[in-house]
């Protein structure tokens, strides 16, 4: 019953704060200071993925290019811009790369938090077995979600998260690199693969480590005693305890440091080697072999042949993955109502022309192309094959539309479910939207996937300045007026433009797609809603790192007028390859020019109308932002939803390109006329990556853009704007601890959190999804004072017949009073049930006979080595069969043979030899199934001649006494024969009540006697058929010690084991 618990823990919610098992999450998720060099599970997974897609790419080089094993892989700086960078042969973003790095990141961090308790998700409390269990299924599990047709790679970052961490908490937490170096434990989390021998419950693992009186310091570097076998430490808090040890100073393993309390039970200290310092990791001078055998581990889970993720799913779907491509998605959503007949052609024409003028590394990833009408809505079309998508195009033809109003969002919301992450959407239309309710759910989509959406309006189908009465009206934002329709809105929410004019001017509308899907490395200088006045002028800070910049301007009323101001003071001239005019229509002007000069130039306005500003350019530095938020045990994550307004909020940017960088130092919030609103100096973070930085500040009530500003390597100052427009609420929206799975047949839930930091006030919660099975929310309606909280849940439902793989994206929307509102996205896929058989019964090892002796004269340095001891045994295992038979010490004076099996061998009996001289007074020899279940015979003739320090424990025995008495039906001990035939013991028959009670704990005979009770000392006999000598002068001068410790093994003809229980299954 006790192992089903521990794999049953797998199932439960942990809401609890504690410290990190394990490896850190990340530099800042820690209530004591690291060293700067430490490795953290955000470094390892970071370095690990990277080397996998380096490695990726040199086996799948470009045509017409070729790279040498190892040359993207040891690049200097090792950055995804450099690789992408090397890989391509020219400037391209490596921003959704890096963003599914992040994502994968972030998963991995909230193990932390979701399962803190659990001992088999760190691999902590020697719940090495379950843990690897938990491997098998969640890799399993994976790869039934991207086996599908369309998986949610989504979903499947989230989950290689989830593994990634349990694989990496291994190479912290056991001994395997104290064992084996700093090399991946390759069988690791594989199905039908065998499991290193892990010590049973019998076997001490640690002693206590030395404490030097002089200074107090504590070194744990030899304190391990498991020999050959696997171990992990107890750590307190965790779903396992500390076995207690009463009378021996040997013991189970401590995970140790500070931060865990069992570390000052006996055994003391602890293994952990999660970080360098002393104080948090016993075994901080391995930190950085087991740091590197993670990330070649973390990259083999990615690119290993034969067992690689890659190998399983493919090039195509590996790519999908990890956003490999040298582009986004390239997404035209088409109205194709009867309204758009006189211009439906004309868009054709123009979106052919699109797809068949951009190429090689400026190529999109992929095609999507999504239609709506009037009731009709899709299909949404994927491709990666250009001529397809032209295909698809030239076979557009209008149908239905009765009325003017179309579905319009729910086009788009078809498009951002499938569209790669920092794509940009072209929405061409003459009508307004006839599902407006549908606005949240296209602004949270546009939120997680930070999509722009720019709209391409032809025609005055109805109206749109001034939207219908049926539309929501614009929330809590800073919009401009002229732009106050839904399109506007989301343009602006999105960092999108809307573009108008009429059928004849779609050929130059068009061009503004040109000219952003020819950028290979977009990024956003200035971004403003600029209000009428005169003689208004706007910088724009120019760096050494751009190669081309944009000016997108749309006036409100006429054709833009404006000069552009070099730095040296000139006025700026187009008409050039290197400064061109791109886009002149209407009220529509776009403006490029290539290799500008750095420094400061200056767009001086001539007339007074209001104007969309927009300026791009073409670097390879960027950065990434997320509001964060740090629970009370230290973990740091990123916040889920809108952040609140007037609250103090952690914001962590990342640069991108950071090698083109010497300094990030400004963070402001800027409103939609590029006025900042607050700022804060930003610090480093420090850390291996040196890419990330932090700051707190209050997050205003209007909606706002974030800014950074910094120096590059030439010492130009540089500046990006986020486009995407952030809108703080009055309560705070997040999913709570970890997602149910979800089968075929069954329900799921995923609970989410609401925290009220306004007044009293009453909230309407709503889900809908793509997929029809979200079944429920909790409550529609709840009422929350003022900083109150409440817990709820959405409950899917998958049909039963529903295909593995297949995904619901559901949008989770809160709203309040005076307009507020949140949302989250929650994805659900259906996973494969999978049945992993368990065995947990350990084989058996029987002592059968046990010849020669070594006395306290035969142990001498100077005639050991000519006196020898010896065990016959035979092994045997019923389940996963005998997989290793091995036996310690080795080396001179020793020798170890057995019958020859195959591993794995069930049902077998085989016989094996020991043979040392008393130089190496004990042995054992160590039996292993292919599960990893261990047991050991041992012997123990050891006779110490001096009292140990009193600052050293002493010399360990395999295994050490304990104080449980055996059953009174242990034979009777003699001392008459100098070799001892021990009676078979039958493997098949079920222990006694008794000895099943008692196999949960070490235990030893009585204190036994010889038939002379005068002249023979006591002996122990341990459960794992250990036999020891007494340690007292008695046992020196009564002459008989030879007879006795080789007599006495006869006592232990049992070695430990647990209750013979079978094989049982766990579904997950």
Wanted: contains cysteine; charged residues 15%.
């Amino acid at each position: 019953m006790a192992c089903r618990l521990v794999l049953e823990v797998f199932c439960l919610s942990t809401f609890l704060f504690l410290p990190a098992e394990s490896f850190l999450p990340n530099h800042w998720s820690s209530h004591y200071p690291l060293n700067p060099t430490d490795y953290t599970h955000e470094d390892i997974t970071q370095f690990g993925v990277l080397k996998a897609v380096a490695k990726f790419f040199e086996d799948n080089p470009p045509s017409g290019t070729s790279f040498t094993p190892g040359q993207l892989q040891n690049l200097i700086p090792f950055t995804p811009t450099n690789v992408f960078q090397t890989y391509f042969g020219e400037v391209t973003s490596a921003e959704k790369l890096q963003n599914a790095i992040t994502d994968i990141i972030d998963a991995n961090s909230r193990v932390d938090s979701d399962y803190s308790t659990s001992a088999a998700h760190h691999m902590g409390g020697e719940a090495i077995q379950s843990g690897n269990i938990r491997l098998i299924s969640q890799r399993d599990a994976l790869l039934g979600v991207l086996a599908g047709d369309q998986p949610s790679y989504e979903v499947a970052r989230d989950m290689i998260g989830l593994y990634l961490h349990v694989l990496q908490d291994f190479y912290s937490n056991t001994n395997w690199v104290e064992l084996n170096g700093a090399v991946p434990y390759e069988d690791l989390g594989l199905q039908s693969r065998p499991l290193q021998p892990v010590a049973s419950a019998a076997i001490d693992t640690c002693q206590n480590c030395v404490t030097y009186a002089t200074d107090g310091s504590v070194d744990c570097q030899n304190n391990l005693i498991a020999g050959s076998l696997l171990t992990s430490g107890y750590k307190s808090g965790q779903t396992i305890t500390k076995p207690v040890v009463v009378t021996s100073l040997f013991g189970k393993c401590s995970h140790g440091g500070r931060m865990d309390d069992s570390r000052l039970q006996v055994p003391t200290g602890g293994i952990n080697k999660e970080t360098s310092v002393p104080d948090l990791s016993p075994h901080y001078h391995l930190h950085g072999p087991a740091a590197q055998a993670a990330i070649q581990a973390t990259m083999n889970f990615f690119v290993a042949p034969g067992y690689g993720l890659l190998s399983q799913i493919g090039s195509d779907k590996f790519k999908q993955l990890l956003n490999l491509g040298s582009g986004n998605s390239l997404v035209f959503v088409i109205d194709i109502s009867g309204s758009m007949r006189n211009d439906l052609e004309a868009v054709k024409r123009e979106t052919v022309e699109i797809v068949n003028s951009n190429s090689g590394v400026t190529a999109p990833y992929n095609y999507i192309l999504s239609t709506f009408s009037d009731p009709e809505i899709g299909p949404v079309r994927t491709t990666r094959n250009s001529a397809q998508m032209i295909n698809w195009l030239n076979g557009l033809s209008v149908s239905g539309g009765g009325d003017c109003p179309e579905y319009c969002f729910s086009g788009i919301e078809l498009a951002l479910r499938q569209c790669l992450p920092e794509s940009k959407l072209y929405v061409f239309t003459d009508a307004d939207p006839k599902d407006p309710e549908k606005y949240d759910s296209v602004v949270s989509l546009v939120t997680e996937k930070r999509t722009t959406i720019n709209f391409l309006l032809t025609g005055e189908c109805s109206r749109r300045q001034g939207q219908e009465e049926s539309a929501p009206q614009p929330k809590g934002g800073d919009h401009t007026k002229s732009f106050s329709d839904l399109f506007g809105q989301l343009a602006q929410v999105s960092g999108g433009s809307v573009y108008e004019g009429d059928k004849d001017e779609i050929d130059e509308l068009t061009e503004v797609i040109n000219v952003a899907v020819s950028n290979s490395a977009p990024v956003v200088l200035t971004k403003a809603t600029l209000s009428p006045g005169n003689g208004r002028v706007v910088p724009i800070q120019i760096d050494s790192t751009l190669q081309e910049f944009v000016i997108s301007l749309v006036g409100s009323n006429t054709a833009p007028r404006v000069t552009l101001e070099t730095p040296s003071g000139s006025t700026q001239a187009f008409g050039t390859t290197d400064a061109e005019i791109a886009v002149n229509v209407g009220n529509n002007r776009v403006y490029r020019l290539n290799s500008p000069q750095p420094g400061q130039w200056k767009l001086r306005f001539i007339d007074t109308q209001q104007y969309m500003l927009e300026v791009t350019g073409k670097s390879t530095v960027d950065f990434t932002y997320q509001f964060v938020k740090k629970g009370s045990n230290g973990i740091v994550l990123p916040i889920e939803g809108r952040p609140v307004a007037g609250v103090n909020t952690s914001i962590i940017t990342e640069v991108l390109g950071s090698e083109n960088i010497r300094e990030l130092n400004r963070l402001a919030l800027v409103n939609g006329e590029g006025q900042e609103l607050v700022s804060s100096t930003l610090v480093s973070l420090g850390g291996r990556l040196g890419t990330k930085y932090s700051t707190a500040l209050v997050l205003p009530s209007t909606e706002f853009r974030m800014k950074v500003e910094g120096m590059d390597v030439n010492n130009s100052t540089f500046q990006r704007v986020q486009s995407i427009f952030i809108n703080p609420q009055s309560f705070e929206l997040s999913r709570e601890g970890q997602k149910e799975q979800l089968y075929a047949g069954s329900t799921a839930d995923v609970h989410f959190r609401i925290v009220n930091h306004g007044s009293r006030a009453t909230f309407t919660a709503t889900a809908t999804d793509d997929a029809s099975m979200v079944q429920s929310v909790s409550f529609s309606t709840i009422t929350l004072d003022a900083n109150a909280n409440s817990t709820g849940y959405i409950r899917f439902r998958a049909p039963s017949g529903t295909a593995v793989g297949t995904t619901s994206t559901a949008t989770l929307s809160v709203s309040g009073s005076g307009g507020m509102s949140n949302s989250i996205v929650v994805r659900m896929t259906v996973e494969p049930r999978i049945v992993v058989t368990v065995d947990t019964v350990d084989p058996t090892c029987t002592i059968r006979t046990a010849t020669g002796n070594c006395t306290l004269e035969q142990q001498h340095s100077s005639t050991c080595h000519l006196h020898q001891w010896s065990l016959d045994v035979e092994v045997r295992d019923e389940d996963s069969g005998v997989y290793s038979i091995a036996a310690s010490p080795g080396g001179n004076g020793t020798s170890f043979t057995h019958d020859s099996f195959t591993p794995g061998a069930a049902g077998t009996t085989i016989a094996a030899t020991y043979i040392s001289n008393c130089c190496k007074p004990r042995g054992s020899i160590i039996v292993s199934d292919k599960s990893g279940n261990a047991v050991q015979c041992a012997a123990d003739y050891y006779i110490p001649t001096t009292p140990s320090p009193t600052t050293t424990p002493p010399p360990p025995p395999t295994t050490p006494p304990s104080t449980t008495p055996v059953p009174s039906t242990t034979p009777e001990i003699t001392t008459t024969e100098p070799t001892t035939t021990i009676p078979e013991m039958a493997t098949t028959e079920e222990p006694t009540t008794q000895l099943q009670q008692t196999t949960a704990d070490s235990f030893t005979t009585d204190a036994m006697s010889s038939t002379d009770e005068s002249t023979t000392p006591a002996i122990q006999i341990t459960s794992d058929g250990v036999v020891s000598s007494s340690t007292t002068a008695a046992l020196v001068a009564s002459g008989t010690v030879a007879a006795v410790a080789v007599t006495a093994i006869s006592a232990a003809y049992f070695c430990k084991r647990k209750p013979s229980v079978k094989p049982y299954r766990v579904q997950y």
